[in-house]
């Protein structure tokens, strides 16, 4: 290993982090908008347990990104970019989840290490772990 490894390795974390909220919020407002019609700031905050301005601002970024469109008073929507995004997401979730499980951690353990697993995994792991949960 070169001394350039712990850079790169420290970077991807930091670029995993920056993504991940979008990645949760644009999850969240596909799920909800599927289950109640729409979306809404007082369903995230809730969701999230943060404050609506929290979630103001969040939402502000997902628009600016090209992940979300709204207005005022308005309900939250996903864009093509956002909704495939969305799906990405909860893709990979699915994954971590159902390797998780198959090596035996408990149901609860997994959907809260899954949340976290999602986002870090590369595509060369996220495909083994979806080769092992499907018998090879």
């Known amino acids: 290993m070169n001394d350039s490894q712990p850079i ?12 991940e909220v979008a990645e949760d ?4 407002i596909a799920d909800i908008s599927q289950s109640k019609g729409v979306c809404r700031v007082v369903d995230l905050a809730t969701r999230f347990g943060v404050s609506a301005v929290t979630v103001n601002r969040t939402v502000a970024r997902l628009v600016r990104d090209g992940y979300a469109s709204t ?3 308005a309900p939250i929507e996903l864009t093509d970019t956002g909704t495939r995004l969305a799906k990405q997401s909860k893709k990979r979730h699915e994954i971590v989840y159902e390797f998780l499980i198959s ?3 408990s149901e609860a353990t997994a959907a809260v290490d899954a949340e976290g697993i999602e986002h870090h995994v590369s595509p060369e792991t996220l495909r083994k772990f979806q080769a092992m949960t499907k018998g090879g």
Do not use: F, L, N
């Open 25 to 28: 919020y644009v999850e969240a």
């Open 103 to 105: 090596i035996g951690v």
């Open 8 to 19: 790169k390795r420290h970077r991807k974390t930091r670029a995993d982090h920056a993504s």
């Open 71 to 73: 207005q005022p008073y």
